[in-house]
C-alpha cells in the first residue's frame, strides 16, 4: 500500500467578490474548495496545479495565475482517515493558495457532485472546514486590506 503524504494544499478559487465551493461526493453535507495532498516528490505548486486540472478542469494559462499565500495550517486528519497515512501519522500540514477568476465559471466536476459561487462571507459559512473557513476568512481580510491584490496582476 502506498501512504498519503501528510501534506496538501487548499486552492480558493475566487473572483472580486465571490468564492466557489465544491460539494464531495462521499459526504454531500461537505462543502469544500479545491484540496489534495502532495504526491511522492512533487513540490506544493505542483500539486496544487494537479488538483486544479482533476478537480475542476481549470489549467492555468495566460493571464490566470495561482498564487502560493506562504500560509500553512497544521490539522489533525479524522481518525476515519488516519488509515491513508503511515502508522503514528496524525497530522497533516495544508497549504494555502488562491486563484483568482475576472468572473465565476462552471467547473468540470470530477470528484465532486456540485458547485457553487457564493459571496465571500456565505462561502465561509457554507464552507465545512476550519481550515477553509480561516483560508475564506484570510481572502476576506487581504481584500479588505489591500483592495483586490489577490488576483496576481499588477
Known sequence: MS??????VLILIHTHDQVLLLQR??????????TGS?????????????????ETGIVLGEGVQLIETGRRVRFEIYPRWRHRYRPG?????????YL????PQTVVLTEHIAQRWLPFAE?????SSWTNKLAIERLIAAQDTLGDSTDGRS
Open 25 to 34: 461526493q462521499d459526504n454531500t453535507d461537505f462543502w469544500q474548495s479545491v
Open 100 to 103: 483568482s477568476l475576472p468572473t
Open 123 to 127: 462561502a465561509k459559512e457554507q464552507a
Open 3 to 8: 501512504y498519503k503524504h501528510p501534506e496538501s
Open 89 to 97: 501519522v496524525t497530522h497533516n500540514w495544508e497549504y494555502e493558495f
Open 38 to 54: 502532495l504526491e511522492v516528490g512533487e513540490t506544493r505548486m505542483q500539486a496544487a496545479e494537479r488538483e486544479l486540472a482533476e
